[in-house]
Nanobody, 129 residues
Framework: QAQLEESGGGSVQAGGSLRLSCGVR???????????VGWFRQVPGTEREGVAA????????YYADSVKGRFTISQDNAKNTVYLQMNSLKPEDTAMYYC???????????????????WGQGTQVTVSS
């Protein structure tokens, strides 16, 4: 099992940057090599969209096409924290951002939200033009 808590959201002008943090508290038993953490976002009335994911075991990362080159997912194992650095923000990046974790992935981390079972409460990101 895992408990997650996001922080770092806020309001920024287009072209600006924000860094989101996701603190993850893992409860054994679990297999670390199958553990993934993802970032997702959702605008009211729309489906939740996968943004990025990371497999801490080998530090492999995965991105949605809409954020490649602008967003970077990373981890700090000592702090049990996963970050989402968001640069060159656009108004269309405005959404509630969630982090999620799961321990069932043998291969690459998916960025489809339906694959993740443990979720944080979300943090709002607003980008103004």
């Amino acid at each position: 099992q895992a408990q997650l808590e996001e922080s770092g959201g806020g309001s920024v002008q287009a072209g600006g940057s924000l860094r989101l943090s996701c603190g993850v508290r893992r409860t054994p038993p679990y297999i670390y090599s199958r553990y993934c953490v993802g970032w997702f976002r959702q605008v009211p009335g729309t489906e939740r969209e996968g943004v990025a994911a990371i497999k801490p075991w080998d530090n492999s990362t995965y991105y949605a096409d809409s954020v490649k080159g602008r967003f970077t997912i990373s981890q700090d194992n000592a702090k049990n924290t996963v970050y989402l650095q968001m640069n060159s923000l656009k108004p269309e990046d405005t959404a509630m951002y969630y982090c999620a974790a799961d321990f069932s992935f043998y291969g690459p981390c998916p960025i489809a939200s339906s694959n993740y079972h443990y979720w944080g409460q979300g943090t709002q990101v607003t980008v103004s033009s």
